[in-house]
């Protein structure tokens, strides 16, 4: 089953130099999930002040700068895995450097037929 792993965090809990040890931890994560078949894919995303949401209310586009919602902590990144089931998920999350400054949320997937590849 594939399994969205959000990570949370305060964007702005980390120096520099430590959101760089994170971003290497989690590639060396990245490479061991992959060994095992279980890496889809992971991005860190870039701050909230470069967020846009849209709404479409009456056949109508409205646009806003910054996320939907405005919280302590940022949607910060996402790890895309499989796990047998959501035992492994939670193993596989608490792994992710993210999850001892912030919260990571195990989300599973819908497979929806008819999507592409």
């Known amino acids: 089953m594939k399994y969205l792993?959000?990570?949370y965090m305060d964007e702005n809990a980390l120096s520099d130099?430590?959101?760089e040890q994170c971003y290497a931890e989690s590639a060396q994560l990245a490479q061991q999930l992959n060994s095992k078949g279980q890496?889809?894919?992971t991005a860190p995303l870039h701050p909230v002040a470069t967020a846009t949401s849209v709404r479409v209310r009456e056949g109508k586009?409205?646009?806003t700068d910054g996320p939907f919602a405005e919280t302590r902590e940022q949607l910060g990144g996402f790890f895309l895995i499989n796990a047998q089931d959501l035992?492994?998920?939670i193993n596989i999350a608490a792994q992710i450097p993210g999850a001892q400054i912030g919260t990571v949320e195990?989300?599973?997937v819908i497979e929806v037929a008819g999507l592409p590849d």
């Open 61 to 63: 586009s409205l646009v």
């Open 5 to 7: 792993l959000l990570i």
């Open 39 to 41: 890496y889809l894919t």
């Open 17 to 19: 130099t430590e959101r």
């Open 87 to 89: 035992d492994e998920a």
């Open 106 to 108: 195990i989300r599973p």
